[in-house]
């Protein structure tokens, strides 16, 4: 899993631009054949997620991530996951890539509070707190934490 999580992490740090929305790729997949292909690779992830079989899940997020480099929800699944697993790092650095590609998740900024306070970053767990209340004021759980 760790050589996939590096070869995930190392194409977002280098990824460009993507070309028109439905251009075939070179296999001949369109974009939307890989949003369906990697939606089902999450679906299964949840699957697994539910049953508790972390490594499954974890997996599972990782396919569906190679398919479609711009799928935010699985880099968050994917960061609780690894949280979860208490491979802080490994988590801090899939949820900061779901909040580079949708910063208006609010799941994403509370999951990187938690892991922030992990790694003892407090500033930056109460600033993503604050994010969250901002993006969201009714989000029950970060009253909790």
Known sequence: MFNSLKKIFSFAEKKE??????????GG???ANKSSKSAAYRKQ?????????????AECYLQAIA?????????????????????????ERA????????????DAYYLL??????LG???EAINNYIK??????????VYRD
Request: net charge negative; proline share 4%; aromatic share 8%.
């Open 29 to 31: 997949a369109t974009r």
């Open 121 to 123: 970053n407090l500033n």
């Open 45 to 57: 992830g949840n699957e697994y997620l539910a049953k508790g079989e972390l490594e499954n899940a």
């Open 67 to 91: 398919i479609n480099h711009d799928y935010a929800e699985a880099y968050i699944n994917l960061g609780f996951v690894l949280k979860e697993q208490k491979l802080y790092e490994e988590a």
């Open 113 to 118: 509070a938690i892991v922030s306070q992990e």
């Open 95 to 106: 949820l900061k890539q779901a909040i580079i590609l949708n910063p208006e998740m609010e």
């Open 132 to 141: 969250v209340i901002e993006l969201k004021p009714d989000f029950e759980m």
């Open 17 to 26: 631009s993507v070309a028109v929305a439905n251009a075939p790729d070179e």
